[in-house]
């Protein structure tokens, strides 16, 4: 029936933590993931995040504050998640959460790298990423 469903992993727990801003999922092969909501946020499988095919996914930047309202399950194969800045249009099957729980690091790493190339930020208040100055000696100007 996996097959059917299109996973091979179940979730067994899935909790909303909503102050830490995350969801957090265990899988019936005793790995559990946490998401942090910005990470789905930008990796929502939204025809508005991904397009409608191969080479169309948009980067999503001003995310870093976004929280989670909602989680709502889509039959026995997903979750719909609303996000407070409106977006409730993907559905995560068990088994993209799994694999992008498994893969976190890397598809976050990829995120951060595809801002830093076009100039964007993760702040909302910022389209654009901040000016690195240079000029004052130490540290890259960012507040961490």
């Not at 995560?92 to 694999?99: A, G």
């Not at 910022?126 to 960012?142: F, M, N, Q």
């Amino acid at each position: 029936m996996s097959e059917q469903m299109g996973t091979d992993h179940w979730p067994v727990e899935i909790r909303h933590r909503q102050a830490e801003k995350l969801i957090e999922i265990e899988f019936d092969d005793g790995n559990t993931y946490q998401y942090p909501a910005e990470l789905l946020r930008v990796e929502s499988p939204s025809a508005e995040v991904h397009g409608h095919g191969p080479g169309q996914k948009t980067i999503v930047p001003g995310r870093r504050d976004v929280g989670i309202m909602a989680v709502e399950p889509v039959g026995h194969y997903a979750i719909r998640i609303q996000f407070d800045d409106m977006h409730d249009t993907g559905i995560f099957s068990w088994r993209y959460l799994y694999d992008l729980g498994r893969d976190k690091d890397r598809i976050w790493q990829g995120y951060l790298d595809a801002l830093a190339k076009h100039g964007l930020s993760r702040d909302p208040r910022a389209t654009k990423a901040p000016a690195h100055d240079h000029s004052h000696g130490g540290g890259c100007g960012h507040k961490h």
